[in-house]
Antibody, heavy 123, light 108 residues
């Protein structure tokens, strides 16, 4: 059974960098059938796709974030990661990692999700 | 960016009733690339429907999706107690993939 688990600091200071890791078990991130994605949800609000990575290392991002964001993979650990720079209070959210079915030429649906981790941006 | 508008914001119904949720897109979306998710409090979203009308693995047949172009519908034929939740539509026809703002189905 596929499982995804987010990990990382729950509190980040404004202007600093948010870094999260998603550990994948029960499946390989090197599968050519899937992308691996990050999605966030501010408290009481809706969902926003942040970015996705393919096993080749190719990444795709939401241009609305308008600041440095990186989604990368570590195939040796079967993990993928998110870094978001220059965070503000508006980046406070539950961050989810998810598996994204490759529906070429599109990124596809999100069929398995982690439980999510709350990241609060505050000094 | 394609904007998805869901209506109504809240749907108050009783168990056993039929729920009809709407998702309208600001531009035409290929039916192959429209999904619906269910989210319960404190949980991650769960994929219900993809390709506008295909149920995901393990989803009961009381959930059905229809629509094309800019208008899509999720129908729950007979509400079970576990169906009271927030529902989101998502398009992945064009990047960035976007979500609607959600419809809450609450117990009347």
């Amino acid at each position: 059974q596929l499982q995804l688990q987010e990990s990382g600091p729950g509190l980040v200071k404004p202007s600093e960098t948010l870094s999260l890791t998603c550990s994948v078990s029960g499946g390989s991130i090197t599968s050519s059938d899937y992308y691996w994605a990050w999605i966030r949800q501010p408290p009481g609000k809706g969902l926003e796709w942040i970015g996705s990575v393919y096993y080749t290392g190719t990444s795709y991002y939401n241009p609305s974030l308008k600041r440095p964001v990186t989604v990368s993979e570590d195939t040796s650990k079967n993990q993928f990661s998110l870094t978001l720079s220059f965070v503000t209070a508006a980046d406070t959210a539950v961050y989810y990692c998810a598996r994204q079915v490759r529906e070429f030429p599109h990124l596809g649906r999100l069929d398995f999700w982690g439980r999510g981790t709350l990241v609060t941006v505050s000094s | 960016e394609i904007v998805l508008t869901q209506s109504p914001g809240t749907l108050s119904l009783s168990p056993g009733e039929r729920a009809t949720l709407s998702c309208r897109a600001s531009q035409s979306v290929d039916t192959s690339y429209l999904a619906w998710y269910q989210q319960k409090p404190g949980q991650a979203p769960r994929l219900l429907i993809h390709g506008a009308s295909s149920r995901a693995t393990g989803i009961p047949d009381r959930f059905s999706g229809t629509g094309s172009g800019t208008d899509f519908t999720l129908t729950i034929s007979r509400l079970e107690p576990e169906d009271f939740a927030v529902y989101y539509c998502q398009q992945y026809h064009s990047s960035p993939g976007t979500f609607g703002q959600g419809t809450k189905v609450e117990i009347k």
